[in-house]
């Protein structure tokens, strides 16, 4: 199975909503990604969307909840790997880093052209980094149990 995350339409796997790009997005027809996948996740800013599956994978290995349902479908206990998972987690820092190198590197934004602490246009700082941080504390929310 393949899946895709994007937020215009050209990214890998957008494929199976080309129709929709073409149709609904300002150069569509030029931009539309002709790859498919099997399952297709967009949001507002594809690395976001990413981030969103990473915190779900985790919540979904880490949660005591969704480890009965676990044990259940595989038959066996399973051994506890979430700081294992949380190291997979974005975190603001990590991002941070990687914005860095980025911009060291003469690598601009795909959306402005701009050399700078930036994704798809939008701030790191307040913006970008705001978003990051919201999806973990969220993430990482003890889970209270009946």
């Given at each position: 199975?393949?899946?895709?995350?994007?937020?215009?339409?050209?990214?890998?796997?957008?494929?199976?909503?080309?129709?929709?790009?073409?149709?609904?997005?300002?150069?569509?027809?030029?931009?539309?990604?002709?790859?498919?996948?099997?399952?297709?996740?967009?949001?507002?800013?594809?690395?976001?969307?990413?981030?969103?599956?990473?915190?779900a994978l985790y919540i979904l290995n880490c949660c005591p909840i969704?480890d009965r349902y676990l044990r259940k479908a595989v038959g066996f206990?399973?051994?506890?790997?979430?700081?294992?998972w949380a190291s997979a987690l974005p975190t603001v820092t990590k991002?941070?880093?990687?914005?860095?190198?980025?911009?060291?590197?003469?690598?601009?934004?795909?959306?402005?052209?701009?050399?700078?602490?930036?994704?798809?246009?939008?701030?790191?700082?307040?913006?970008?980094?705001?978003?990051?941080?919201?999806?973990?504390?969220?993430?990482?929310?003890?889970?209270?149990?009946?």
């Open positions: 199975m393949t899946t895709g995350i994007g937020d215009g339409g050209n990214e890998l796997g957008m494929g199976k909503v080309k129709e929709a790009v073409r149709k609904c997005m300002p150069r569509g027809e030029l931009v539309a990604c002709d790859v498919g996948d099997d399952f297709a996740i967009t949001a507002g800013v594809s690395n976001w969307g990413g981030y969103a599956v990473a915190c969704h206990p399973r051994h506890s790997e979430q700081d294992s991002e941070e880093k990687l914005l860095e190198i980025l911009v060291k590197y003469g690598i601009r934004s795909g959306k402005t052209g701009n050399l700078g602490m930036e994704v798809d246009g939008l701030p790191f700082y307040d913006t970008h980094s705001a978003m990051i941080q919201q999806l973990r504390d969220i993430t990482l929310q003890p889970v209270a149990m009946a």
